[in-house]
T-cell receptor, first 109, second 116 residues
């Protein structure tokens, strides 16, 4: 089983829509999770951390469900500029980041 | 804002040639990483480097690969004899080594390696 699994999408949504992605992880001992955003042929950029209590940053909300071993990202009021690939990431200490394959989001006018 | 810089942005090479990809991590950062991303695939860890030595490497990082931090500023990835399947984006990243930023890695813009 892959360490981190994501639905590759694409998710096609109109501007203003609410969209949610899930990501499942296999290692129940994993402590930290992140959502990164990657634009086409660009570097991954940290979007937000995922805490057990949930984490909200403007239009973005991240949740962690340890019992079911998944994390989620909710984007409200989608903008055209939200079109990107969203990467689910779990780190292993200082050593490495483990990336999911990413979920592609396309926001249309 | 400080950033990780990578050069060149695009490197074209012939199969069997050696390439060196260069990175300048953020000043005062202590942990350094190389990742690669084959087109259409996920970002994969290659190697981490701390205190002038490799601290972890993946199965991808075989004897054809090496890393160096020759002058306290640059962090390089060398591929000794490139193969077609080495064609990918190579990302350098660094981490400051502070506990509160333990899992945050700052990525460079990447070098696209094309092996012909």
């Amino acid at each position: 089983r892959k360490e981190v699994e994501q639905d590759p999408g694409p998710f096609n949504v109109p501007e203003g829509a609410t969209v949610a992605f899930n990501c499942t992880y296999s290692n129940s001992a994993s402590q930290s999770f992140f959502w990164y955003r990657q634009d086409c042929r660009k570097e991954p950029k940290l979007l937000m951390s995922v805490y057990s209590s949930g984490n909200e940053d403007g239009r973005f909300t991240a949740q962690l469900n340890r019992a079911s071993q998944y994390i989620s990202l909710l984007i409200r009021d989608s903008k055209l500029s939200d079109s990107a690939t969203y990467l689910c990431v779990t780190p292993t200490g200082f050593q490495k980041l483990v990336f999911g394959t990413g979920t592609r989001l396309l926001v249309s006018p | 804002e400080p950033e990780v810089t990578q050069t060149p942005s695009h490197q074209v090479t012939q199969m069997g040639q050696e390439v060196i990809l260069r990175c300048v991590p953020i000043s005062n950062h202590l942990y350094f990483y190389w990742y690669r991303q084959i087109l259409g695939q996920k970002v994969e860890f290659l190697v981490s480097f701390y205190n002038n030595e490799i601290s972890e490497k993946s199965e991808i990082f075989d004897d054809q690969f090496s890393v160096e931090r020759p002058d306290g500023s640059n962090f390089t990835l060398k591929i000794r004899s490139t193969k077609l399947e080495d064609s990918a984006m190579y990302f350098c990243a660094s981490n400051p080594g502070r506990q509160e930023l333990k899992n945050i890695q700052y990525f460079g813009a990447g070098t696209r390696l094309s092996v012909l």
